[in-house]
């Protein structure tokens, strides 16, 4: 077995790739997990279903004897041994319309950015919520009249819970700072506030859910230029099927929540850690950003 002091840096790069490409997110959980016990949970919840339910209705029985269904009884829990954690419920699914239904609702019931977070987190009718880590919501200054506006949160955002997270934010906050911005002193938000699993595009349904989230966001901080970064955003505004290729570096005024916005588009930071050639054309493109804010 190769250990990573085997390696070269060119060989731990392509390692580390690999596990990205196969969905390897995190190689520790920040929590120990006791696989056995969840085994053993798993088990007994499954014996507990196959019991016919006039038998469950009789009540507790007799545990002193061993149960005929275990044989020997080596599926029961040793004497000292640690309660096995309870088998969490599945999610229930919602028919998408009803979900778009409980999503507008939820979203026209905010008066704040605030309680719109609130209901956000509390909202159950988007699946990508089930196997996200966090609610993904804007951060930095709504007074700026500046969106800052990305696709969804990568696997950095989902662990930080915050947008534009890793490398990525990192590199953004360069990008503003180049033309005289900072994180602080813009609004930053994604359109989708989950994490798709193994970063993958939301599906027409899941973006039909989490569109009254983000039209309420910018109804509630009622911003004076969008900045689109990547493909998502610029269709998701603009429309159109272009790539971000044809459509970055021109203003657009979008309609919007009931505003018509000017919107500039250009790529995302993850485009340019990706191809680096990409960074002149970004650069032209925040020139003409930072010129339309006067």
């Known amino acids: 077995m190769n250990v990573a002091s085997d390696l070269n840096p060119a060989e731990l790069a392509a390692l580390l790739h690999f596990y990205a490409d196969s969905g390897v997110e995190w190689l520790v959980d920040d929590e120990p997990v ?23 209705d009789q009540g507790p029985q007799d545990m002193s004897a061993p149960s005929a269904s275990n044989g020997s009884g080596a599926a ?34 905010a008066g704040s950015l605030t309680e719109l977070k609130t209901a956000i987190e509390t909202f159950q009718g988007c699946n ?18 500046i969106l800052v506006v990305g696709p969804m949160p990568n696997a950095d955002d989902d662990r930080d819970g915050a ?57 509630l901080s009622r911003p004076k230029v969008l900045l689109l970064l990547g493909n998502f955003p610029a269709r998701f505004f603009i429309g159109g099927n272009g790539t971000i290729h044809t459509m970055r570096g021109q203003w657009q005024t979008v309609s ?27 650069w032209q493109d925040l020139l003409s950003f930072r010129q339309g804010l006067t």
Not at 129 to 144: E, H, L, M, Y
Not at 257 to 282: R, S, V, W, Y
């Open 76 to 109: 029961a829990r040793r004497p000292g041994s640690p309660a096995p954690p309870p088998t969490p419920a599945a999610p229930v699914a919602v028919p998408a319309a009803q979900a778009v239904a409980a999503a507008r609702t939820a979203a026209d019931g």
């Open 128 to 145: 990508l919520k089930n196997s996200a880590r966090s609610t993904v919501f804007a951060s930095g200054d709504p007074s700026s009249g």
């Open 256 to 282: 919007f929540a009931g505003m018509e916005i000017p919107a500039l588009a250009t790529f995302h930071p993850q485009d340019l850690l990706n191809a680096p050639g990409n960074k002149a054309l970004t």
């Open 34 to 56: 006791d696989r056995i016990a969840q085994f053993e949970a798993q088990k007994a919840a499954k014996a507990q279903a196959r019991v016919p339910a006039a038998a469950r």
């Open 163 to 219: 947008p534009f997270s890793g490398r990525a934010g990192e590199l953004l906050d360069r990008m503003l700072a180049a033309i005289g911005l900072s994180r602080d002193g813009v609004l930053m938000t994604n359109i989708i506030p989950w994490r798709p699993p193994g970063n993958r595009m939301p599906s027409s349904a899941e973006m039909d859910i989490c569109q009254p989230f983000i039209e309420r966001q910018i109804a």
